[in-house]
């Protein structure tokens, strides 16, 4: 297992847009499938975005064309950048990590969780 540190949270207006940051521990952050995950007061958790050890990245249809995944090997961290933000994007946002990227997709068994991040929009 990795420990997740995310960052970049805010408060910001409708369509603005904010860059989320997870740094990792550890040494083999390379070989880790990393996503995005958000839940919203009352509502479960869903899968945002996620990208494999190689670049490859998946997006949720309901943020695709706004959210773009990606992942800097040399520094650890995986980022969201999120632009055209809605007041439905409102949400905690984690960051996850497994060693496979079924797991990220599925949202079932993930070997690593991060504390969060609030996001919040305005309208």
């Known amino acids: 297992q990795v420990q997740l540190v995310e960052s970049g949270g805010g408060l910001v207006q409708a369509g603005s847009s904010l860059r989320l940051s997870c740094v990792a521990s550890?040494?083999?952050?390379?070989?880790?499938?990393m996503g995005w995950f958000r839940q919203a007061p009352g509502k479960e958790r869903e899968f945002v975005a996620g990208?494999?050890?190689?670049?490859?990245?998946n997006v949720a249809d309901s943020v695709k064309g706004r959210f773009t995944i990606s992942r800097d090997n040399a520094k650890n961290t995986v980022y969201l950048q999120m632009n055209s933000l809605k007041p439905e994007d409102t949400a905690l946002y984690y960051c996850?990590?497994?060693?496979?990227?079924?797991?990220?997709?599925?949202?079932?068994?993930?070997?690593?969780w991060g504390q969060g991040t609030q996001v919040t929009v305005s309208s």
């Open positions: 550890g040494r083999t952050f390379r070989l880790y499938a």
């Open positions: 996850a990590a497994d060693r496979a990227l079924a797991p990220i997709l599925k949202g079932v068994g993930v070997g690593s």
């Open positions: 990208i494999n050890w190689s670049g490859d990245t």
